[in-house]
């Protein structure tokens, strides 16, 4: 009895355990498919932006055929249903390539530009862009979470009985993976230093360079200048005692 209740217990145990992984491979696989909802109610969303877009560019730019055309075939490539995340990051992309084309038509159009209604798209346009970012970072991170409990042990042997099989991430592919390469044609231009920066004093080690103070001759040094005398003339012991008074009179001879 003691070794059957034993058994017992160890089966149960280990249906738990299966029954618990088994649950946290559904979760995961069910907030994956949620996030790809949400991604593709905002593609949606893009894509109706797009059309209304295209509509009132050809209002100013209808002779612009092939460039419309080619955003409208875009789109509709990207609306095509049953398409993997790989296949829908790769027709937005070719899509997001199109409108930029578009967009760059319609700077040279200053009626376009100044259309309130085109306005209010592009401003939208910008703001589902940035919530079909936020949904893809969301769906990315649940499908590693999914990818990891699906290749790991002992999840795996899980998930290969009941085949759950590993989500595909919506990554950017082409052109969205580089950066924008900005340059205002300043690359090789030779920029002077601040008007007061002051280049620090050469040290004793190093040699005088051309315009260095050792190079340059010492001024001459000014003369010393001399104290003037001024000249007295010797004074006569039979002169005058006040210089007031005239020369003194001879004596008179004697008799």
């Given at each position: 009895m003691i070794t059957a209740i034993i058994i017992i217990v160890v089966v149960l145990l280990l249906v738990g355990v299966v029954v618990g992984m088994y649950n946290g491979l559904i979760k995961l696989r069910n907030l994956v498919q949620e996030a790809w909802r949400q991604i593709d109610v905002e593609l949606t969303r893009r894509h109706d932006l797009i059309g209304n877009l295209v509509e009132t560019v050809k209002g100013y730019a209808a002779h612009e055929r092939g460039t419309l055309e080619d955003v409208i075939k875009a789109r509709s490539a990207a609306m095509a249903p049953n398409q993997s995340p790989g296949q829908q990051a790769e027709s937005e992309n070719?899509?997001?390539?199109?409108?930029?084309?578009?967009?760059?038509?319609?700077?040279?159009?200053?009626?376009?530009?100044?259309n309130?209604?085109?306005?209010?798209?592009?401003?939208?346009?910008?703001?589902?862009e940035d919530r079909i970012a936020s949904a893809r970072r969301y769906y990315n991170a649940t499908v590693r979470d999914l990818n990891t409990k699906v290749e790991?042990?002992?999840?795996?042997?899980?998930a290969g009985m009941f085949g759950i099989r590993q989500a595909e991430y919506f990554e950017a592919v082409g052109e969205q993976r580089e950066a924008p390469k900005v340059d205002f044609g300043q690359r090789d231009a030779t920029i002077p230093p601040p008007s007061g920066y002051a280049p620090s004093a050469p040290s004793a080690s190093t040699p005088p360079g051309p315009q260095s103070p050792a190079q340059t001759p010492a001024a001459p040094a000014a003369p010393e200048a001399t104290p003037t005398v001024e000249q007295t003339q010797p004074i006569d012991p039979a002169g005058p005692t006040n210089p007031g008074e005239g020369p003194a009179a001879p004596p008179a001879p004697r008799v």
């Open positions: 070719m899509l997001s390539q199109a409108l930029g084309r578009l967009l760059a038509i319609a700077e040279a159009y200053p009626d376009l530009k100044a309130q209604n085109f306005m209010a798209l592009q401003q939208e346009l910008t703001s589902t790991t042990v002992p999840t795996n042997f899980i």
